[in-house]
């Protein structure tokens, strides 16, 4: 009986000793705050007033729809996903262009010296599942 109650005793200690709580071992991060200017931001577009509008060349010939607005995992400028060709949704083809070659004109959103031909002969793209 004292030989059980003394090998309960260490099985006790080994479990106590290295049972405890599983802590993070990770380097400790920081977070970089910058200021912004609430003023100008407040002057810019939104992605929800974006998505679904229509882009045209100087021209004002429209040329693509923009379906989506992508940041890469790595943080990169922000895509846009256009929708181009097809009619009505319907054999339509996605591609994507930096948001940086759109301009914002007014109310309606250019791409300078686009055409449909253009962005049709442009890799297709596909969403992740």
């Given at each position: 009986?004292?030989h059980?109650?003394a ?6 200690m080994?479990v ?13 991060q920081t ?7 609430p003023q ?21 010939q429209t040329i693509?729809?923009?379906?989506d ?6 943080g990169?400028a922000?895509?846009?996903v256009l ?7 319907i054999?339509?083809?996605y ?6 070659a ?6 309606k ?5 686009g055409?449909r ?5 442009l890799p ?6």
């Open positions: 009986m004292k059980i109650l090998t309960l005793a260490v099985a006790i080994i106590a000793a290295f049972g405890g709580p599983a802590l993070a071992q990770g380097t400790p977070v970089v705050l910058m200021k912004v200017d100008s931001l407040a002057t810019g577009f939104r992605a929800s007033k974006i998505i679904g509008s229509s882009v045209a060349n100087e021209a004002n693509g729809t923009i379906d607005l992508i940041v890469t995992p790595g990169q922000p895509y846009a929708s181009v060709g097809g009619f009505l949704g054999g339509s083809k591609v994507v262009v930096p948001v940086t759109l301009k914002m004109v007014k109310d959103v250019e791409l300078p010296g055409s031909q253009a962005l049709e002969g297709a793209f596909k969403y992740a599942n």
